[in-house]
């Protein structure tokens, strides 16, 4: 019985729980939920387009400033450069009118415009000093007006198709000529003087003293120049190449070159010529001789032959008068100038007197193989005069 009891109220159990699942559910509830969670997502996706647009329209809003300020800035830049275009053109014209106004700088742009030199640029910038240029240092030298003039007219110096230099002066004689050394290898005279065109004057190197050893040595053409020179010229001379470091030397230099010209003939004063040594493997020996030194060896050359009966002439260059030498206290000696001319810069740059002009060496002449050194004389025949000047 009790077994039943158990079984009924199991029975009652169970009943109980089918009651409880079987309750229906109330109508509707699902698809109430569905329209909600529809509503949720709707809602959501207004609220991210609505963002969506704000940030587009912030950007675009953004963007517009930008694009603003752009325009803006643009327009600025333009201006500014219009501006600076502007002052740039009144700039280039307070210059323009500057250099026009100004000599110093109308020469300088002339000269730019034309290609000029530095050296040849300061020279026409300085007319009252002589503007030399020695080893990387250039040397303003002033010109002393006390002594005598180079009064030649630039204005009517040219030159012709051969290179050839010409003065257009009635009252000056010109004559041409070549000054010749072992150098020019072995001349052949007759061909020289059988040519059309042929040298008024000739110089031939007497000889040099070594720069390195001191040692005085005759020329090796001498005999061999100063034969032929006679059968082609008018007038014949010697030179010198100078290494004396004292008076004594000098003398002693002198008396040498009358001894090896003893036998030949000649008309023209010897010349002593004075360079300054550039290009050495040896020290030269008059590397260290002052201006007084050197100019007191020249005199000393010039007293050696005047005392037997022979005038001098110097030869040199720009250096040679203006720097190494003292042109007061030889104003009065003769002067050979050497100084080599281009084909858009002709005229000799040179304050004083000179009587010859060695003007190129790149000269020809028909016996010599290569080139040799052309030289002008002006008035020659005031050398062969006897006494000074």
Not at 91 to 117: C, F, H, P, W
Not at 179 to 195: C, F, K, L, P, R
Not at 352 to 360: G, L, P, V
Not at 378 to 384: A, E, I, S, T, V
């Amino acid at each position: 019985m009790t077994e039943l009891m158990d079984n009924n109220n199991n029975n009652n159990i169970d009943n109980t729980d089918n009651t409880e699942e079987l309750k229906p559910r109330p109508k509707g509830s699902k698809r109430a939920k569905g329209l909600v969670r529809m509503i949720k997502i709707l809602f959501i996706l207004n609220i991210s387009l609505l963002v969506l647009c704000l940030v587009l329209f912030f950007r675009v809003m953004k963007l517009e400033q930008d694009v603003t300020k752009l325009s803006t800035a643009n327009t600025d830049l333009q201006v500014s450069l219009e501006q600076a275009e502007l002052h740039e053109e009144q700039m280039q014209d307070l210059v323009d009118q500057e250099i026009s106004s100004n000599e110093t700088l109308a020469t300088l742009r002339s000269y730019a415009e034309q290609g000029k030199s530095f050296i040849t640029t300061l020279k026409a910038l300085f007319p009252t000093q002589f503007v030399l240029a020695d080893e990387g240092i250039f040397h303003f030298i002033d010109i002393d007006h006390s002594l005598k003039a180079n009064g030649l007219d630039d204005s009517k110096m040219s030159l012709d198709d051969n290179g050839l230099l010409v003065y257009d002066d009635e009252d000056e004689i010109i004559s041409y000529g070549i000054d010749v050394s072992q150098h020019n290898g072995v001349i052949d005279w007759e061909t020289m003087a059988a040519a059309e065109r042929k040298p008024d004057f000739i110089y031939v190197r007497a000889g040099i003293r070594g720069y390195g050893s001191g040692k005085l040595v005759p020329d090796e053409q001498i005999s061999a120049n100063m034969i032929g020179a006679n059968t082609v010229a008018d007038h014949v001379g010697v030179y010198f190449v100078t290494q004396a470091i004292t008076p004594e030397e000098a003398r002693e230099e002198a008396r040498s070159v009358l001894e090896w010209t003893a036998d030949y003939e000649m008309d023209l004063p010897i010349a002593i010529d004075v360079e300054k040594i550039e290009d050495y493997e040896t020290e030269p020996r008059t590397l260290h001789l002052t201006s007084e030194e050197y100019t007191a060896n020249v005199l000393a050359f010039i007293d050696e032959l005047n005392k037997n009966g022979k005038k001098a002439i110097i030869y040199g260059n720009g250096k040679t008068f203006m720097l190494m030498l003292d042109p007061m206290k030889l104003d009065d000696t003769e002067k050979w100038f050497a100084d080599y001319v281009a084909e858009n810069d002709f005229t000799p740059y040179f304050p004083y007197d000179f009587r010859i002009w060695q003007f190129t060496s790149k000269g020809s002449m028909d016996g010599i193989s290569g080139e040799c050194d052309v030289n002008i004389a002006f008035n020659l025949g005031k050398l062969l005069e006897p006494g000074d000047d």
